[in-house]
């Protein structure tokens, strides 16, 4: 199978990030996804009073975070995980946040976008699961009105090698996504070293370990990788 398929199979399996559908944050929380505060970081001058917004890549969770912080902007929330769309749709409407509209994309198919320009294009731990993340990412500047903003986040080569390790090492065991108990044996793994040992506090700090969907995007990822600050800018 293909990386990119094998991605793909491994969000449907494991919707990430696993957040319970009550959990709940307030307007004020996410302060950083405020339009006003991105705008004014991002030197843009005043952000539009109802901004278009598209999350690319949305998860199961990012489409109600960016509806609480922005509850006039229309949002567009894309991802090639249908069941991480189903879980976030959910999640909206449980919660009452109805200016989100879902749809499937696949960011390596610039021909499953959404229609138009986007005020605000958010694609946070996305970039770096594609084969080519440079050309996204011209396909998604296209895609910014004049004074446009776009939030990126892609993981860091060098801060990151701890999880990059973690995942040679299960690679090495055999371990990966595409089975529904190798997250508990990797944490059972993990555990079993020495208190003091690098890679079990690398595992045991890491938020995400605490549940398998984590574990999977962290440790068993079918294509992750990190980008230095050079490559970045690039």
Known sequence: MAAASRVQAQ?????????????????????E???????????????????????????????????RANPTATLVATDFSGPSLERARRRCRLHGQ???EFAWADLSDPSTWPD????LIEC?????????PAAAL????????????????????????????????????????????????L???LRSLPQTHPLRHAFT????????????????HAGDRGFTAHQLGE
């Open 138 to 185: 011209r396909g998604l500047r296209e895609r910014l009105t004049s004074r446009g903003v776009l939030r990126l986040m892609v993981y860091p080569h060098w801060s990151r090698q701890r999880v990059f390790q973690i995942q040679r090492l299960a690679r090495l065991c055999g371990l990966s996504a595409e089975h529904r108990h190798h997250p508990a044996v």
């Open 33 to 67: 996804l405020h339009a006003d505060w991105l705008w004014d970081r991002s030197g843009s001058g005043p952000a539009p009073s109802q901004p278009r917004v598209w999350i690319a890549g949305c998860g199961t969770f990012q489409p109600y975070v960016f509806a």
């Open 187 to 189: 944490r059972g793994l």
């Open 98 to 100: 109805p200016q989100v």
């Open 124 to 132: 946070y731990g996305v970039l770096m699961n594609l084969a080519d």
């Open 205 to 220: 700090t890491y938020q995400d370990s605490r549940n398998d969907a984590g574990v999977v995007d962290a440790f068993l």
């Open 116 to 119: 138009g320009t986007f005020d």
């Open 11 to 31: 969000y449907a399996a494991w919707p990430y990030p696993h957040v319970p559908l009550l959990a709940s944050l307030p307007s004020t929380h996410p302060y």
